[in-house]
């Protein structure tokens, strides 16, 4: 620390992970300070292999030229192999040659043979940078998978999660499906309601901020057991759920069967003498005033209603707490159960298969700085059974089949999507470089997800909002003028970087997948985050947010988008204003903007966006190094609230525009109109 004393020996701080990244003489070989070594990312590649001997481009097929393939020799092996000059990657055999637009599995070709009779010719390196920049292929979608990630990691151990597998991800839909049936039946016969729209879904969010167990998506070791978020949720159900009428007439409507249904609880329960008489009177003095009450207004009967909860609500949930904990803590008990057999069916299939269960590696010498990189695994993979896949039009069926199964458990994904899974697999994927576990992945993403959100019916009418993002046009801005490479809440279907962090770290790890992100702990970098609509999950994301900035000396911003909330007493919304890394905080109101729909994998491209009925926040948490970096001035700020605009309504505006320059030119064309108008 320097000494600010007076004394003259003031420590120079050595030269930060961000400008030895960034700086041209942090990849000088002759640097001499140890600190200035460019982090690197760990990958399986033999750090002392010589360069590759390059043969004659005219053997392999034009296309695989221009992706960068070149035919080598080693010497090592005595035979030739190909190395990809653009992706670095080594293959014994040809790589097979296929359209990525037509074709994105390679399935309809089998791969240019390699000629027999052919010679090594070693190429000096000036000649392979000489001639045109290569082409390569960009996918065109509401993405951008080809910029860089701007973010510096510690090096991190592997994930100890086995590699997802398409019969032990099948047993867990099926349990899962099980354990939300068991909740809506529990909700029906024992609260008289019906279970709170996607409080299932909140509950597996809310639990995994605290869980610790050894399943990526049922909770299995949680404390305390009964949750916040499901105890909450019924509780503002019972006794009957409230909804904001629209009509005097529904406002009407709803107070008498509020008071019904608290008078009817109070009396099937055991309470106390007190509770009933009071909530009992309160609901007759109800009746009495509707059959007396003529002409009264919507204000009317909403500020009774309020009265009337106000009056009853206390002993109401003094009767049902009990019943509600039970039931929250028998949900919980079930969920770690089902873990516990699943696990045990994983490690048979392992263990069948000759390998061992996994295991925490040692803990390395020394922590590096490096770039950041998808999760990786311990053990490897199991070998993937027969999946079956057929292209329908503009999206592709994928179906699983078990002698367990009644019937083949079917996934749908459109063409669009399936070529961005495997763009992604590509950049991200170390152990499947043939592809030939790349379709039992993705139907295990899918199945994963359809789980995840409760979705048993194959319908896309619910939790749209979980997995909705933002538009295309807002991350560009994000990227374009607050640097902005990496996204906190993500997955590989609705993301828009190739850097990510997401809720599933074996299913997601493949397309990019960063792991969970109350688990990731960057150094520098900027990033984008808009987190579900969980509280007990906002609040946490803040915390965590709030500990990354503290700890770290490099440039680091997040730029949070959140709901905008009236209520004041939630705990995030105290937290985002009382943070001293708050650099600013706008508004964008409801109804002018949109997001993408979360089910656009599968729905078509007309129905993607969607109009945000409610207001969305937008507060950037900086320290001081990132806010002198990615600060957000009054340009930027604007540029980020024009991006926010509907493309309608810019569409509209530049007609309008349009119109008006051609106006201006022919100045003779606006009288002739009105003339013959009047005619």
């Not at 007759?284 to 309020?306: H, K, P």
């Not at 996934?411 to 899974?421: G, V």
């Not at 509907?646 to 064309?669: F, S, Y």
Request: proline share 9%.
């Amino acid at each position: 620390m320097n000494d600010i004393g007076g004394s003259n020996n003031i420590a120079v701080p050595g030269p930060s992970a961000w400008d030895q990244l960034t700086s041209s003489s942090a990849y000088s070989q002759n640097n001499n300070d140890a600190n200035a070594s460019a982090p690197t990312t760990p990958t399986k590649t033999t750090p002392n292999e010589p360069a590759p001997m390059f043969t004659a481009n005219e053997e392999l097929h034009p296309d695989l030229v221009l992706q960068g393939w070149r035919k080598c020799w080693s010497k090592r092996e005595n035979r030739h192999y190909f190395w990809n000059k653009s992706s670095g990657e080594s293959l014994w055999e040809m790589p097979r040659h296929f359209d990525p637009l037509t074709d994105p599995l390679g399935i309809c070709s089998g791969g240019t043979p390699a000629p027999h009779n052919s010679t090594a010719l070693k190429r000096r390196p000036s000649e392979d940078t000489q001639g045109p920049p290569m082409k390569r292929f960009i996918l065109a979608g509401p993405w951008d998978l080809e910029v860089c990630s701007n973010v510096i990691i510690v090096e991190r151990p592997p994930t100890l999660f086995p590699h997802p597998y398409p019969e032990v991800e099948a047993m867990r839909a099926a349990y899962t499906i099980r354990l939300i049936k068991t909740y809506e039946d529990l909700c029906n016969r024992r609260e008289n309601i019906k279970a709170p729209r996607e409080s299932f879904m909140r509950w597996l969010m809310e639990r995994k901020v605290i869980d610790r167990g050894f399943d990526p998506l049922l909770p299995s070791h949680c404390h305390p057991e009964i949750s916040s978020s499901m105890y909450r949720e019924i509780m503002n159900d019972i006794p009957l759920k409230i909804v904001k009428p629209k009509f005097t007439g529904d406002a009407r409507k709803q107070l008498s069967k509020y008071a019904e249904a608290a008078k009817n609880l109070i009396e099937i329960r055991s309470a106390p003498a007190e509770s009933k008489k009071v909530v009992k009177w309160n609901a007759e003095e109800t009746f009495q005033w509707l059959r007396r009450t003529v002409g009264a207004s919507y204000e009317d009967f909403q500020d009774r209603l309020a009265h009337l909860k106000r009056q009853c609500e206390p002993h109401l949930v003094a009767t049902v707490k009990g019943s509600v904990e039970q039931l929250c803590s028998k949900i919980y008990h079930l969920s770690a159960e089902h873990a516990r057999k699943i696990r045990e069916r994983h490690m048979q299939l392992l263990k069948d298969n000759g390998i061992p269960p996994p295991q925490p590696p040692p803990a390395p010498p020394i922590l590096r700085k490096v770039w950041c990189y998808p999760i990786q695994f311990v053990i490897p993979p199991l070998r993937m059974p027969v999946i079956e896949y057929i292209h329908e039009r503009d999206h592709m069926v994928i179906k699983y089949s078990h002698a367990s199964m009644p019937q083949p458990d079917t996934q749908y994904i459109n063409l669009t999507h399936l070529q961005k899974l495997e763009q992604l697999y590509r950049y991200n994927c170390y152990d499947d470089k043939k592809f030939d576990l790349f379709i039992g992945r993705v139907w295990c993403l899918l199945r994963r997800y359809q789980t995840f959100l409760g979705n048993i019916t194959g319908s896309t009418n619910e939790a749209e909002l979980t997995q909705s993002a933002l538009p295309v046009s807002v991350f560009e801005c994000l990227h374009r003028h607050f640097g902005v490479t990496f996204e906190c809440f993500a997955s590989p279907l609705n993301s828009y970087f190739r850097q990510y962090c997401s809720a599933f770290s074996d299913t997601d790890s493949y397309f990019g997948s960063r792991g969970p992100f109350l688990e990731f702990k960057p150094l520098s970098g900027s990033f984008q985050a808009n987190p579900p609509m969980c509280e007990e999950l906002i609040d946490a994301t803040l915390q965590q947010i709030e500990r990354l900035l503290t700890d770290s000396q490099e440039p680091l911003s997040f730029i949070v988008f959140l709901p905008e909330m009236k209520e004041s007493n939630l705990p995030f919304m105290s937290r985002v204003e009382e943070s001293h890394f708050k650099r600013k905080l706008v508004v964008v109101p409801g109804m002018v903007h949109e997001y993408r729909h979360g089910y656009q994998h599968v729905i078509p491209k007309s129905e993607i966006y969607m109009k945000n009925i409610h207001g969305t926040m937008v507060v950037w948490l900086q320290n001081n190094e990132g806010f002198s970096r990615w600060g957000p001035t009054e340009s930027r700020v604007e540029a980020l609230l024009e991006a926010f605009r509907p493309v309608r309504d810019k569409e509209r505006d530049k007609a309008q525009q349009d119109a008006a320059n051609a106006t201006i030119l022919n100045p003779a064309t606006e009288p002739t109109v009105r003339s013959s108008t009047t005619d």
